[in-house]
């Protein structure tokens, strides 16, 4: 198996706030490797955010190791590593108009990360095209953001965040003003780019379409993982009218399950769970 994109190693983080200090993390081991789609779910405070912002490099832990792609962060910053994030990791923002450039058209935007690295014109403008394509703005191609509608411009700024084919996407409620399809069309783009292009996505949110969509799906409770679950199964199953669902012959093979299941409901969606009395 190849180097992980991710490994992070008893990280810990303390928040200073006067004389209190505030354990957001507390000792935090991960790892994701290339093409792996990671949803990380919790509540408010669980240390969500503090994660996600150390990865990304806009924070350090007060203590362990974090390396994102080969790159140790733990490291003093210097030039080397801030141009190690812009070639190597995106960052889709909850606000996602912190993105966003406000009078520039929309393949501007997009465009902009690849000129600022020093990417020629003619292959700007062809992968910027291709990301307006595959996020269903190619008819917005030169509108300014500010005609944009609240779903496109979080299009928009996933274009913006995947402009310079970054090997890990970071995502903070990525899809937090889109509608149903529209979601849908981002997770599964997202999906395809992590199957056929590699691309690692960690994404934080409490939507349960995009958690049933991941590959993991990590529970953060109160700054530390309290579960890891990997997904080895997932299809699309019908609900009856009456609220009834057939799971399918090697689904039940698969997880083990016998004639009763505990049913749990999750921060995901529902969690059902082998019944002890039926071992």
Request: hydrophobic share 40%; glycine share 10%.
């Amino acid at each position: 198996m190849s180097e992980p994109v991710i490994r992070c190693e008893n990280v810990i983080k303390i928040h200073k706030q006067g004389a209190l200090e505030v354990v957001a993390l507390q000792g935090v081991d991960f790892e994701a490797q290339e093409g792996e789609f990671v949803v990380i779910v919790g509540r408010s405070g669980s240390g969500k955010s503090s994660m996600l912002q150390i990865m990304g490099g806009m924070d350090q832990p007060s203590a362990g190791k974090v390396e994102i792609a080969g790159m140790d962060l733990t490291s003093p910053f210097g030039a080397d590593i801030l141009t190690h994030f812009r070639r190597n990791v995106g960052f889709l923002w909850q606000d996602y108009t912190r993105n966003l450039v406000p009078y520039l058209k929309a393949i501007q935007n997009v465009e902009l990360p690849m000129l600022l690295a020093g990417v020629g014109g003619a292959r700007r403008r062809k992968r910027a095209k291709a990301l307006l394509e595959v996020t269903d703005l190619r008819n917005r191609t030169f509108a300014k953001v500010n005609v944009l509608s609240g779903g496109e411009q979080q299009r928009l700024a996933l274009c913006v965040a995947l402009s310079l084919g970054p090997r890990l996407l970071l995502a903070d409620e990525p899809t937090g003003e889109l509608d149903t399809e529209r979601s849908l069309q981002v997770y599964d783009l997202l999906r395809r780019l992590c199957n056929e292009g590699g691309l690692t996505v960690v994404a934080v949110t409490h939507d349960v379409a995009l958690a049933s969509r991941a590959d993991r799906v990590l529970h953060l409770q109160d700054g530390v993982f309290r579960l890891d679950r990997r997904a080895r199964f997932r299809r699309p199953l019908d609900v009856g009218r009456d609220g009834s669902i057939t799971l399918p012959p090697e689904l039940i093979g698969e997880a083990m399950l016998g004639d009763h299941v505990i049913a749990e409901v999750v921060d995901e969606g529902i969690l059902l769970n082998r019944d002890a009395g039926d071992a």
